[in-house]
């Protein structure tokens, strides 16, 4: 990082702007930005998530390294033909995906969110993501978007759905099942 922040406050977003990448200044109430800020959400709720104690070392290196994909991620939302997220980048996380989905029981029923706390934070995390990708579905109304930066969101929140019942059955704990119509 060349530049450092010396100091956080500009009052240059007073008005109700904020600055791209590119230095052009647009509505903070844009697609774009709802966007990028919403994968910002993504990562802090990832944050909670690796604050829990008892995540397995291997979705601790998975999720660390997916923080770092999503400031990519974020930067290339925020830099119109800036491209980061590659074909590659989305093969990693269904071979994560499959590999981790693997280790567990078929689905018969719907998983509320729950289980334990790393679990519900996981939960929070996928629905964040799901949030994040209709946000940059938005933006592909007005402009072009790289087709792997929306399959990347998709295939994210299903991993997060995945990591979620692994972390939900750790530890004696269980995955929490829908009753639809009972109390």
């Known amino acids: 990082m060349s530049n450092r922040l010396t100091k956080i406050y500009t009052r240059q977003g007073d008005s109700g702007l904020t600055g791209l990448a590119n230095g052009e200044r647009i509505p903070k109430s ?23 104690t008892g995540i397995p070392s291997g979705i601790r290196k998975s999720l660390r390294r997916i923080q770092n994909e999503l400031f990519d991620l974020g930067a290339e939302l925020a830099l ?18 499959d590999e981790l989905n693997a280790s567990l029981p078929p689905l018969k029923e719907f998983i509320l969110p729950g289980g334990n706390s790393a679990a519900s934070a996981c939960h929070l995390a ?10 940059a579905w ?46």
């Open 30 to 52: 844009e697609d774009r930005i709802e966007a990028v800020g919403t994968v910002d959400e993504t990562n802090c709720v990832l944050g909670v998530v690796l604050s829990s």
């Open 80 to 97: 119109s033909g800036h491209t980061t997220i590659t074909a590659e980048v989305v093969l990693r996380l269904e071979i994560e995906l």
């Open 126 to 135: 996928r629905a964040t993501c799901r949030r994040a990708e209709r946000r």
């Open 138 to 183: 938005m933006i592909t109304k007005k402009t072009e978007m790289n087709p792997e930066l929306l399959k990347y969101l998709n295939r994210l929140s299903d991993l997060l759905f995945v990591i979620a019942r692994v972390l939900a059955r750790q530890e004696g704990t269980t995955e929490v099942l829908w009753n639809s119509g009972r109390r």
